[in-house]
């Protein structure tokens, strides 16, 4: 799709990855990219990326603004179907760095289900059979669950209200706990930004010139797992710890 688009042939490539993934899963993924006849430019947990491109964002305003280094603290959220990643990013005087980063197998699915069985707590005693009628109902369900998940994220209840057959019937309106604090940010498209970002990544990586600047900023970036060997006995002995800025040199 992408080499239609550009009527051109790709090879270079910057992956995002969930913060979760493991360093074989990372090198299986850069097995597969190869067979594929691609070279990886980055494989990069995707808050690290967005953090790249909110800090360009934020060094624009900036600049905008005619200067100011005051520090700009940043809580990088971003849910998949099976995974949740969290980064802490600071950002000041066109260097971005870090701070904190964590992932977990936790996703917007477990949302959906937890969703589903709040509407209708019975719902594995109900559908056991698993017959046509029974893996319509539950259709049914999961589309009214994954409704309500996107309608919360903007608004504070949702009406649901969905004829399930053989009697069953669901009219119930969830509620989001009120959270007080910031504002989310709202100057990037959520449903666009990682790809943004990476594509951001891939011009610094590929070192594209920008009269502009909006390219010239360092980015410093964390392990979101920690580094180490295995001592005796199979115990895991770190000597990198997680968090820490890399590149980084440790002697034992």
């Given at each position: 799709m992408v080499e239609v688009q550009l009527k051109r042939a790709v090879r270079?490539?910057?992956?995002?990855?969930?913060?979760?993934?493991?360093?074989?899963?990372?090198?299986?993924i850069e097995r597969a990219c190869a067979m594929a006849g691609l070279f990886v430019l980055r494989?990069?947990?995707?808050?690290?990326?967005v953090a790249l491109l909110y800090g360009q964002h934020?060094?624009?305003?900036?600049?905008?603004?005619?200067?100011?280094?005051?520090?700009?603290?940043?809580?990088?959220?971003?849910?998949?179907?099976?995974?949740?990643?969290?980064c802490v990013t600071a950002t000041t005087g066109g260097v971005s760095q870090i701070k904190a980063l964590s992932g977990s197998h936790i996703g917007g699915e477990?949302?959906?289900?937890?969703?589903?069985?709040?509407?209708?707590?019975?719902?594995?005693?109900?559908?056991?059979?698993?017959?046509?009628?029974?893996?319509?109902?539950?259709?049914?369900?999961?589309?009214?669950?994954?409704?309500?998940?996107?309608?919360?994220?903007?608004?504070?209840?949702?009406?649901?209200?969905?004829?399930?057959?053989?009697?069953?019937r669901i009219c119930k309106v969830p509620g989001q706990p009120e959270i007080r604090g910031d504002e989310a940010?709202?100057?990037?498209?959520?449903?666009?930004?990682?790809?943004?970002?990476?594509?951001?990544e891939g011009a610094v990586a590929s070192e594209v010139s920008d009269p502009l600047g909006s390219l010239n900023l360092l980015t410093i970036q964390a392990t979101?797992?920690?580094?180490?060997?295995?001592?005796?006995?199979?115990?895991?002995?770190?000597?990198i710890p997680r968090n820490m800025t890399i590149p980084a040199r440790k002697e034992m």
């Open positions: 270079n490539v910057v992956l995002t990855v969930p913060v979760s993934f493991s360093q074989f899963q990372l090198t299986r494989l990069m947990p995707e808050p690290t990326v934020q060094q624009q305003i900036v600049h905008d603004n005619m200067g100011g280094r005051s520090e700009n603290i940043a809580m990088i959220f971003n849910m998949g179907a099976g995974y949740c990643d969290v477990d949302i959906v289900q937890n969703i589903m069985h709040h509407l209708l707590p019975n719902m594995d005693s109900l559908f056991l059979s698993h017959e046509n009628n029974e893996m319509k109902a539950m259709g049914l369900l999961r589309v009214a669950a994954q409704d309500v998940v996107i309608k919360l994220s903007s608004q504070e209840i949702a009406m649901i209200n969905v004829d399930l057959e053989n009697g069953l940010y709202m100057g990037m498209d959520p449903l666009e930004i990682v790809v943004c970002s990476a594509a951001l979101p797992h920690s580094l180490g060997i295995e001592a005796d006995g199979h115990t895991f002995v770190p000597i």
